[in-house]
């Protein structure tokens, strides 16, 4: 059971002083999320009173003094939304990149990690029900039965632990309860939309429950191709939790939880936007990018039999809280595991001869250990814990193409001596010649990287809220951390098995010896090379494991000072740090990141009127050894270099504004607004291909906001209607002078990468007077704005081709709720 503490009015007065927290700029939990009666008095304006643990303890949203948004089930409904990716745009400051579900990217306040290998961690920290989601893969789930989301923003080193340097997401999902229940949701849509939502409460006893819930997500997706008409783009997930709870005696609560997810779909669409000459002629390369065409207005062609994306994802959780009398002690058992394959087409076309794909398999097993006291007295609240996390992950990283493909790179490089400029095309024409019925064109290519990780981690930490006076707090937390890392890459040498077979029966018919001859110097090792992965460690380490050890420590704090100014408003301050553990580089042997380090200073103030409510917060951070892997060009003085992955640190640092506010106008009519101002540059910055970028921006937007409206109608004996609408904008961003060769943002001719973009939803629903029945009508992104999200420039050097995505269209459906 959860440890309360008794309500007086000086416990009154200290949540109220502790008030720190931003109220929820779109989606804050009005109230929780047990059915809502029908308006009796449309007087009655009073915003109700969230509960949140944002702080490992179970307080007010307004007690707590972190900038802090809330998500409640209302506004996951308002948008139909299926995953984290569906709800960035309405909480100001948080971006997420859920393009491929399991490579997804994520940032707050302009901090995240660029780099998809197992080597680094992320910069944002994904909790559900308080255990730690480990990397990026396992972590994009669907949503299944959640209450809540909180989003801390700013480092939470101290009350999260390790990579959490940008800020926290933590997902609260719903416990079984001792009455029986039962709901069942179907939502159809444009584009092949299937949805089926289900969820049974059973009670299991006088003191257990047992609740579980399945989903099946799937549609014919927006984007068919060109030549087939075949789907290119669908959903298909399905999904399913069970918990079960109980209550053992009067002081200690058990939940055991399973989730699972079967995820199997099509990988990531690329529309090629570089103007193609007849087959079998070749683009220019480099590809010039003042030819782009604007991929919002032209046909997909894709390859579509490589095409797939997969996981396969089981987690175990274990929570048990006891009440000791003068504490609460829980104990938080978890193991996950997962399995997910992301193969994408890189070129944008459907010409063999331009091929080149990437594809990444990962197998990723952890085990989380946390034990965490907490407890009070009339001065101070505390929590005091430990931590144990082990994590162990297998991947490879892949290039698969054909000698055809390669064939042109060869031409492009300018690095074969012979007429034409080709070498399997000129020396399969000799072949003939010889009337050898041997072709070197058509092959299958496979370059890959292969990595394991071994992470073990070992935390401490305690936090203390000290009650100085009746209007002043003053809290400090602390965590001791220590990572142990153990890495390895394996490179072998290109695969390409029928190539080499037919390589094997020139070499048998003297077809090489004959070259001799001829003083030719071609012979079968001239075939064997590798494009990809050609870096110097790569070459010298062909087919050699190499193995690193490191272990990282950091000491986390925060310090914050809280002043009641009156009954229902208040300032604070405070000191926070973060970080993410060290690593390496999966994409090349031997590099290795340090800790990443975010000191972030805030202050900021809260009021509310009963009816309205308003948090501001100004805030500046020092963001230290960003780690990342970056794509660099080829070197135009080095004709046989090509794009390749390499170690891309630096400083940044920023200060910005953050403000929401929510306004009851009346018991059915409801306000809220929130924005957010980042100034994010660089500092001590050079790339890895030299450009130098201090004080340049760091591409994150200046100004992002969010508005949202509700209204509910009284139908009396008929139920009542509710009208939301929600509106998101974030602005252009902020290129820099290496914008351009990473493909994420810059002008051209037909379009620009990184313009403001915005976002419409509306939704109307009628329910039943006892809620039994729901029936909605939705319309996400109702003004159908097309944004291109960035280019695909693996391909653009050496092959002359590019690859855009681009923001969903206008979608819209009908939902039907039944609920017992």
Known sequence: MTFTKPRTLATGLRRAILAAGALSATGVAFAQDAPQPAPQDKDAKTLDTVTVTAQSREQELQDVPIALQVVNSELLNDVAAEDLGDIDAFVPGLEVDAVQPTQPGFKLRGIATDDFGIGTDPAVGVFVDGVYGGRGGGVLLPFVDVERIEVLKGPQGTLFGRNTAAGAISLITRRPQPEFEARASVRVGNYGKRYIDGMLNIPTGARSALRINALSNKSDGWIQDGATGKDLNGDNVWATRAAWQLHAGDDTTILLSWDHEDLDQNGRVSTGIVPLPAYPQRPTAPADPDTYLDPRKLDTFSDTDVSDEARLFDGVNLIIDHDTGWGTLTSTTSWRQYDSNNWTEEDGTNRADLYIDSQNTESNETWYQELKLRGFNDKFDWVVGASYFKEDAYQTSEVNTNTTAVDNIVRNLGIAPTPDGSLFGYFSAVAQQFHIPVSLLGHHWNERFINTLGTTAYAVFGDVIWHATDKTNLTFGLRYTRDEKKFSWLNNPRSAPELDAALNTLEQVGFFAALAQMNIPITKQSFIFDMAFIDPPAIANKGITNRAKKSWSDWSPRLVLDYHFNDTGMVFASLAHGYKAGGYNALQIGPTFDNEDVWNLEAGVKQSFGDFAYNASLYRYNYDN????????????????????????????????????????????????????????????ITPDGVDLDGQPTGEPHFSASLGAAYVADLGDSGRLRFSAR?????????????????DCGQYPLFRIGESRQRTDLRVSWSSPQDRWTVAAYGNNVF??????????????????????????????????LKY
């Open 626 to 685: 960003r780690q990342a892997v970056r794509l660099i060009d080829p070197d135009p003085n080095n004709p046989t270099d090509i794009p390749r992955f390499v170690v891309d640190t630096g400083d940044l640092e920023a200060w910005g504004l953050e403000a929401d506010a929510q306004w009851q106008v009346s018991e059915a009519f409801s306000l809220n607004g929130a924005l957010a101002w980042i100034d994010s540059t660089y500092k001590n910055y």
């Open 784 to 817: 159908d704005n097309r944004y291109v999200t960035g280019l695909n420039t693996y391909g653009a050097a050496v092959l002359g081709v590019v690859g855009a995505g681009v923001t969903p269209p206008r979608t819209y459906g009908l939902e039907v709720t």
């Open 727 to 743: 509106h998101a904008y974030r602005g252009a961003t902020r290129c820099n002078d290496a914008s351009g060769s990473q493909g």
